[in-house]
């Protein structure tokens, strides 16, 4: 008789702590966490029985019974995570963890759990999944060479939960060819940029319910034939769509205009300040504050929002660079912004330069997540006035004055960015 195989049960968690949940949880526009939908479509369904959890919208199953609990992790979620963890070990199941944190930090994982993934995670994931099941799964996997994008699998959509608009996050490369040194993309990702072929990206966007999606890449225009040869694609689809690029690159006309035949409706910029001397401190001078009016003008001709990515805490900010900030966002008509305190993220060089002049206010990750703590002593204000800084610019900025005003200057998806925004000033209350 044939030998009937014995499934395991997988739990894969995306976490999300109560802090930033509270920040969240009131936003229109937060697209789910495409991580472990991604990993869930690498998993054998003849070995694995598949349970995904969101906690921004659903709780842990901790009365339920496990094989395996995957997490991923990042910096100001671990304590939260190795919570879990602990919790989960103690009914005797097993954990691995993988994930930004992990990356960086691999033996502090370790302390709290059976296996970690360090990297990239399409080789290493599939081999640990197999091994585990046969019982000879190792403690470390580790990603030595950057994976392949060809091939992967669609991720398990089916698996999201309350979700309607918000399912549709879709990867089409990875990397990004600058060293921003407050950004961990370069200690977490292989340095190559890499993409997936057009026609396997368009597949997993037709495999979307949803009119709307966002591209999760680091920088969509990245390599700019390859977004060309995947805008031509999408037109055809008719879906709206978002992504993260460089203010440099929207410099390119022929960008804009197949970002909006094919969908944009959206593009998020990090421009992060409007301080020349202050990108210059942080490696961050293909921003030219002198081209900010007219690119942004440029994109705004094409019927393309602006959601600019601002951070406050450079080392020559002092006190005016609030209601500076606020007027300049006001003047050029930016349509949203995502506003976070300057975060030095382990590994990183401004995390590295933080600690060797005792700068570190704490070795607590929970206050490492940009919006509800301050983690250094900035150079020009106290902790305190940097944290009563930024939430006077967040409440200003989603004022009912503010708003107006600047959507009269952009008059670009107007009923979109209405929503948008005040779904940010309904998180702030």
Not at 241 to 261: H, I, P, S
Request: hydrophobic share 35%; aromatic share 12%; proline share 5%.
């Amino acid at each position: 008789m044939e030998q009937t195989t014995m499934k395991k049960s997988i739990l894969l968690i995306t976490p999300e702590n109560r802090d930033i949940h509270r920040i969240r949880r009131r936003q229109f526009n937060n697209f789910t966490q495409l991580t472990m939908p991604y990993l869930a479509g690498f998993i054998n369904e003849d070995h694995y029985k598949i349970t995904l959890v969101d906690e921004y919208n659903q709780r842990i199953p901790y009365h339920e019974k496990f094989d395996l609990i995957a997490i991923t992790v990042n910096t100001p979620n671990a304590a939260h995570c190795y919570a879990i963890s602990e919790r989960f070990r103690e009914s005797g199941a097993s954990v691995i963890l993988g994930g930004p944190h992990v990356t960086l930090l691999p033996e502090e994982a370790m302390v709290h759990c059976e296996y970690v993934i360090i990297g990239e995670a399409e080789e290493t994931w599939p081999r640990f999944l197999e091994e585990f099941y046969n019982g000879k799964a190792q403690p470390k996997y580790s990603s030595d060479k950057p994976p392949t994008l060809e091939g992967l699998p669609l991720p398990k959509r089916g698996l999201i939960k309350n979700r309607i608009l918000t399912k549709g996050a879709v990867i089409a490369s990875r990397g990004c060819p600058y060293c921003c040194s407050y950004c961990n993309l370069k200690q977490i990702y292989h340095p190559k940029f890499r993409c997936r072929p057009v026609q396997e990206v368009i597949t997993d966007i037709r495999n979307i319910s949803s009119r709307y999606f966002v591209f999760w890449d680091d920088n969509f225009f990245g390599n700019h034939q390859y977004a060309i040869s995947l805008m031509k694609e999408l037109k055809s689809l008719g879906k709206k769509w978002a992504a993260q690029v460089t203010l440099k690159d929207c410099n390119d006309v022929e960008l804009l205009k197949m970002a909006r035949d094919s969908g944009c409706i959206y593009l998020f910029l990090g421009l992060e300040s409007f301080s020349a001397e202050s990108l210059s401190l942080v490696n961050k001078e293909i921003n030219k504050i002198e081209d900010y009016q007219r690119i942004i003008g440029l994109i705004h001709q094409h019927q393309i929002s602006v959601q600019a990515g601002i951070i406050f805490g450079f080392d020559t900010d002092d006190k005016s660079v609030f209601e500076k900030t606020l007027r300049w966002c006001e003047e050029l008509g930016i349509d949203g912004a995502t506003v976070s305190l300057l975060t030095p993220l382990p590994g990183t060089p401004i995390y590295e330069e933080l600690k060797r002049k005792g700068r570190l206010l704490s070795d607590d990750w929970s206050h490492y997540n940009g919006k509800t703590s301050v983690a250094f002593k900035p150079n020009h204000m106290t902790p305190e006035e940097l944290f009563e800084g930024y939430m006077w610019f967040r409440k200003n900025f989603y004022s009912l004055r503010s708003i107006l005003r600047r959507l009269t200057v952009s008059k670009t998806n107007v009923f979109h960015n209405l929503l948008m925004n005040l779904g940010y000033r309904w998180s702030l209350k």
